[in-house]
Protein backbone atom coordinates (compact mmCIF):
# COMPACT_ATOMS: atom_id res chain seq x y z
CA UNK A 1 0.00 0.00 0.00
CA UNK A 2 0.92 3.74 -1.27
CA UNK A 3 1.42 5.96 1.72
CA UNK A 4 2.28 8.70 0.11
CA UNK A 5 0.15 11.88 0.03
CA UNK A 6 -2.44 12.43 -2.64
CA UNK A 7 -1.24 14.23 -5.87
CA UNK A 8 2.16 12.80 -5.46
CA UNK A 9 4.33 12.80 -8.31
CA UNK A 10 6.11 9.59 -9.51
CA UNK A 11 8.60 11.63 -11.53
CA UNK A 12 10.05 13.77 -8.15
CA UNK A 13 10.24 10.78 -5.68
CA UNK A 14 13.49 10.82 -5.11
CA UNK A 15 13.16 14.99 -4.90
CA UNK A 16 14.94 16.18 -1.37
CA UNK A 17 10.91 16.85 0.09
CA UNK A 18 9.76 13.43 -0.60
CA UNK A 19 12.23 12.10 1.24
CA UNK A 20 10.83 13.62 4.47
CA UNK A 21 8.14 11.16 3.67
CA UNK A 22 10.12 8.24 2.41
CA UNK A 23 12.63 8.23 5.41
CA UNK A 24 9.43 8.37 7.87
CA UNK A 25 10.66 11.86 8.99
CA UNK A 26 7.02 12.91 8.46
CA UNK A 27 3.72 11.49 8.05
CA UNK A 28 1.77 12.01 4.71
CA UNK A 29 -0.40 14.13 6.95
CA UNK A 30 2.26 16.22 8.44
CA UNK A 31 4.00 16.91 5.28
CA UNK A 32 0.25 18.11 3.63
CA UNK A 33 0.00 20.11 6.98
CA UNK A 34 3.32 21.75 6.13
CA UNK A 35 3.07 22.45 2.81
CA UNK A 36 -0.74 23.91 3.51
CA UNK A 37 1.12 25.93 5.90
CA UNK A 38 3.95 26.75 3.14
CA UNK A 39 1.60 28.53 0.81
CA UNK A 40 -0.54 30.38 3.57
CA UNK A 41 3.21 31.92 4.96
CA UNK A 42 5.11 32.42 1.96
CA UNK A 43 8.14 30.73 3.57
CA UNK A 44 10.30 27.58 2.59
CA UNK A 45 8.91 24.20 3.63
CA UNK A 46 11.51 23.71 5.94
CA UNK A 47 10.11 26.90 7.73
CA UNK A 48 6.83 25.78 7.98
CA UNK A 49 7.87 22.40 9.64
CA UNK A 50 9.48 23.78 12.31
CA UNK A 51 6.85 25.92 13.37
CA UNK A 52 4.21 23.48 13.56
CA UNK A 53 6.78 21.64 15.62
CA UNK A 54 6.83 18.48 13.51
CA UNK A 55 10.96 18.67 13.17
CA UNK A 56 13.36 20.66 15.16
CA UNK A 57 15.30 22.84 13.48
CA UNK A 58 18.23 20.80 14.41
CA UNK A 59 16.22 18.05 12.86
CA UNK A 60 16.32 19.55 9.39
CA UNK A 61 19.81 19.99 9.14
CA UNK A 62 20.97 16.57 10.18
CA UNK A 63 18.30 16.04 7.12
CA UNK A 64 20.11 18.27 5.34
CA UNK A 65 23.40 16.74 6.10
CA UNK A 66 22.88 13.28 5.73
CA UNK A 67 21.45 13.62 1.67
CA UNK A 68 24.23 16.09 1.34
CA UNK A 69 26.98 13.22 2.46
CA UNK A 70 28.21 16.63 4.85
CA UNK A 71 28.86 15.80 8.77
CA UNK A 72 26.60 17.51 11.31
CA UNK A 73 28.39 19.19 14.69
CA UNK A 74 26.65 20.83 17.49
CA UNK A 75 28.74 23.67 18.17
CA UNK A 76 28.15 23.32 22.44
CA UNK A 77 30.40 20.30 22.29
CA UNK A 78 33.53 21.79 20.94
CA UNK A 79 35.79 24.60 22.34
CA UNK A 80 37.44 27.15 19.85
CA UNK A 81 40.74 27.80 19.37
CA UNK A 82 41.79 31.30 18.98
CA UNK A 83 44.39 31.00 16.68
CA UNK A 84 42.03 30.06 13.87
CA UNK A 85 39.35 32.39 14.97
CA UNK A 86 41.90 34.55 14.25
CA UNK A 87 42.07 33.70 10.71
CA UNK A 88 38.58 36.19 10.17
CA UNK A 89 36.62 39.21 11.82
CA UNK A 90 33.55 38.87 13.60
CA UNK A 91 31.45 40.85 10.55
CA UNK A 92 32.97 37.86 8.27
CA UNK A 93 31.87 35.44 10.69
CA UNK A 94 28.21 36.68 10.98
CA UNK A 95 27.80 37.51 6.97
CA UNK A 96 28.39 34.27 6.23
CA UNK A 97 27.48 32.33 9.33
CA UNK A 98 30.82 29.89 9.91
CA UNK A 99 33.08 28.95 12.13
CA UNK A 100 36.28 27.31 12.56
CA UNK A 101 36.27 24.13 14.67
CA UNK A 102 39.74 22.55 13.96
CA UNK A 103 42.74 21.73 11.78
CA UNK A 104 44.06 18.74 11.16
CA UNK A 105 47.36 18.40 9.25
CA UNK A 106 46.32 20.35 6.23
CA UNK A 107 42.73 20.21 6.49
CA UNK A 108 40.48 23.06 8.44
CA UNK A 109 36.95 21.90 9.21
CA UNK A 110 34.48 24.76 8.91
CA UNK A 111 31.18 24.49 10.89
CA UNK A 112 29.00 26.64 8.41
CA UNK A 113 24.96 27.03 8.03
CA UNK A 114 25.67 26.11 4.40
CA UNK A 115 28.00 24.43 3.47
CA UNK A 116 27.53 23.60 -0.06
CA UNK A 117 28.35 27.20 -1.08
CA UNK A 118 31.25 26.31 -3.00
CA UNK A 119 32.94 29.50 -4.08
CA UNK A 120 32.68 30.87 -0.40
CA UNK A 121 34.42 27.49 0.28
CA UNK A 122 37.21 28.23 -2.34
CA UNK A 123 37.40 31.87 -0.81
CA UNK A 124 38.36 30.91 2.37
CA UNK A 125 40.58 28.17 0.96
CA UNK A 126 42.36 30.71 -0.80
CA UNK A 127 42.58 32.59 2.32
CA UNK A 128 43.79 30.27 4.79
CA UNK A 129 46.02 27.98 2.22
CA UNK A 130 44.03 25.21 3.41
CA UNK A 131 41.85 22.01 2.17
CA UNK A 132 38.44 23.26 3.54
CA UNK A 133 36.41 20.18 4.91
CA UNK A 134 32.88 21.96 5.33
CA UNK A 135 30.33 21.10 8.47
CA UNK A 136 26.62 21.45 8.99
CA UNK A 137 25.74 23.38 11.92
CA UNK A 138 22.37 24.69 12.47
CA UNK A 139 21.35 28.10 12.18
CA UNK A 140 20.53 29.08 16.06
CA UNK A 141 23.32 27.60 16.96
CA UNK A 142 25.39 29.08 15.01
CA UNK A 143 23.96 32.30 15.56
CA UNK A 144 24.37 31.41 19.49
CA UNK A 145 28.16 30.16 19.41
CA UNK A 146 29.04 33.84 17.66
CA UNK A 147 27.43 35.86 19.67
CA UNK A 148 29.05 33.33 22.58
CA UNK A 149 32.47 34.51 21.19
CA UNK A 150 31.69 37.72 19.84
CA UNK A 151 29.26 39.12 22.02
CA UNK A 152 25.03 39.34 21.02
CA UNK A 153 24.11 41.26 17.97
CA UNK A 154 21.15 42.35 16.75
CA UNK A 155 21.16 40.80 13.00
CA UNK A 156 18.17 39.18 12.25
CA UNK A 157 18.42 35.77 10.72
CA UNK A 158 15.97 34.16 7.93
CA UNK A 159 15.74 30.57 7.96
CA UNK A 160 14.16 30.52 4.57
CA UNK A 161 16.53 32.41 3.24
CA UNK A 162 19.28 29.33 3.02
CA UNK A 163 20.13 27.71 0.00
CA UNK A 164 20.06 23.91 0.24
CA UNK A 165 21.09 21.02 -2.28
CA UNK A 166 21.35 17.48 -1.61
CA UNK A 167 24.26 17.01 -4.05
CA UNK A 168 27.34 15.41 -1.62
CA UNK A 169 30.51 16.59 -1.94
CA UNK A 170 33.77 14.32 -2.13
CA UNK A 171 33.98 11.73 1.02
CA UNK A 172 37.40 10.76 2.28
CA UNK A 173 38.17 7.31 0.95
CA UNK A 174 37.10 4.30 3.60
CA UNK A 175 40.26 2.29 5.02
CA UNK A 176 39.07 -1.16 6.27
CA UNK A 177 41.65 -3.21 7.54
CA UNK A 178 39.42 -6.93 7.51
CA UNK A 179 36.38 -8.06 7.74
CA UNK A 180 34.36 -6.60 10.73
CA UNK A 181 32.40 -9.04 13.02
CA UNK A 182 29.48 -7.44 14.40
CA UNK A 183 29.05 -6.77 18.72
CA UNK A 184 27.84 -4.83 21.00
CA UNK A 185 29.88 -3.54 23.40
CA UNK A 186 30.42 -0.35 25.78
CA UNK A 187 33.27 1.70 24.97
CA UNK A 188 34.31 5.10 25.89
CA UNK A 189 36.48 7.25 24.21
CA UNK A 190 37.87 10.94 24.49
CA UNK A 191 40.42 12.58 22.14
CA UNK A 192 43.99 12.98 22.55
CA UNK A 193 44.97 15.37 20.23
CA UNK A 194 45.84 19.29 20.47
CA UNK A 195 43.91 19.69 17.32
CA UNK A 196 40.40 18.85 18.37
CA UNK A 197 38.98 20.44 22.05
CA UNK A 198 35.47 19.28 23.29
CA UNK A 199 34.13 21.12 25.96
CA UNK A 200 33.93 18.55 28.87
CA UNK A 201 37.51 16.23 29.08
CA UNK A 202 35.66 13.19 30.41
CA UNK A 203 35.62 10.07 28.10
CA UNK A 204 32.01 10.13 26.35
CA UNK A 205 30.59 6.97 27.13
CA UNK A 206 29.49 4.75 23.26
CA UNK A 207 29.17 1.59 21.85
CA UNK A 208 31.56 -0.62 19.98
CA UNK A 209 29.03 -2.01 16.64
CA UNK A 210 31.92 -4.11 15.32
CA UNK A 211 35.84 -5.59 15.48
CA UNK A 212 38.18 -6.73 12.45
CA UNK A 213 38.69 -9.89 13.28
CA UNK A 214 42.45 -8.67 13.89
CA UNK A 215 40.99 -6.88 16.36
CA UNK A 216 42.89 -3.71 14.83
CA UNK A 217 40.12 -1.53 14.04
CA UNK A 218 36.81 -1.26 15.34
CA UNK A 219 33.16 0.36 14.85
CA UNK A 220 31.64 2.89 17.39
CA UNK A 221 28.71 4.90 17.74
CA UNK A 222 28.27 8.12 19.05
CA UNK A 223 26.50 11.80 19.20
CA UNK A 224 29.96 13.40 18.67
CA UNK A 225 31.45 14.35 15.54
CA UNK A 226 35.43 13.76 14.93
CA UNK A 227 37.30 14.58 11.95
CA UNK A 228 39.62 11.65 10.30
CA UNK A 229 43.15 11.53 11.65
CA UNK A 230 42.42 12.96 14.73
CA UNK A 231 44.33 10.96 17.77
CA UNK A 232 41.68 9.26 20.10
CA UNK A 233 42.36 7.21 23.82
CA UNK A 234 39.66 4.21 23.73
CA UNK A 235 38.58 2.23 26.79
CA UNK A 236 36.61 -0.76 26.91
CA UNK A 237 35.27 -0.59 30.96
CA UNK A 238 33.34 -4.38 30.69
CA UNK A 239 37.02 -5.83 29.66
CA UNK A 240 40.45 -6.91 30.93
CA UNK A 241 42.98 -5.37 31.21
CA UNK A 242 41.76 -1.96 31.86
CA UNK A 243 44.14 -0.33 29.72
CA UNK A 244 43.78 3.12 27.49
CA UNK A 245 44.40 2.22 23.88
CA UNK A 246 45.59 5.23 21.60
CA UNK A 247 43.46 5.29 18.19
CA UNK A 248 42.93 7.54 14.87
CA UNK A 249 39.39 8.31 13.78
CA UNK A 250 39.72 6.67 9.76
CA UNK A 251 36.33 7.96 8.91
CA UNK A 252 33.11 9.77 10.54
CA UNK A 253 29.75 9.07 9.00
CA UNK A 254 26.52 10.54 10.14
CA UNK A 255 23.27 8.25 10.76
CA UNK A 256 19.82 9.43 11.22
CA UNK A 257 19.03 11.00 14.64
CA UNK A 258 22.10 12.77 14.67
CA UNK A 259 24.55 9.55 15.73
CA UNK A 260 27.90 9.06 14.04
CA UNK A 261 29.99 6.24 13.31
CA UNK A 262 33.62 6.38 13.71
CA UNK A 263 35.69 3.74 12.23
CA UNK A 264 38.60 3.86 14.32
CA UNK A 265 42.12 2.03 13.80
CA UNK A 266 44.56 1.02 16.94
CA UNK A 267 47.97 2.05 16.93
CA UNK A 268 48.52 -1.38 19.02
CA UNK A 269 45.87 -3.84 21.38
CA UNK A 270 46.50 -6.75 23.28
CA UNK A 271 45.78 -10.23 21.98
CA UNK A 272 44.35 -11.21 25.14
CA UNK A 273 41.95 -8.12 25.14
CA UNK A 274 41.08 -8.83 21.18
CA UNK A 275 39.96 -12.62 22.85
CA UNK A 276 38.22 -11.11 25.23
CA UNK A 277 36.16 -9.21 22.84
CA UNK A 278 35.82 -11.78 20.31
CA UNK A 279 34.74 -14.51 23.39
CA UNK A 280 31.26 -12.54 23.69
CA UNK A 281 30.10 -13.27 20.16
CA UNK A 282 31.59 -16.97 19.80
CA UNK A 283 34.98 -16.56 18.11
Not at 113 to 138: H, K, Q, W, Y
Request: charged residues 25%; aromatic residues 10%.
Amino acid sequence: MDNHPSGWDENHRNSLENKLIKENWLSPAEFLKAKEEQKESKKSLYSAIVKLGFLSEEDIFIFFAQHAAIPFVRLSDYKFDEGLLNLFNEDAYRQHLFLPLFKIDASLYVAMVNPLDSDFINTIGMRTGAEICPLFASPSSMVSQINKIFGPDNKYFDLEGLVVSPRGLNLIPFWRESERISIKLPVEFKPQDGRVSLISDSYISATCTDISESGKAIGIKTFIFLPPKAKISVKFPTKEPKTELIAEVIRSNIEKGGQYFLGVKFDEIKESLVRSILADVGR
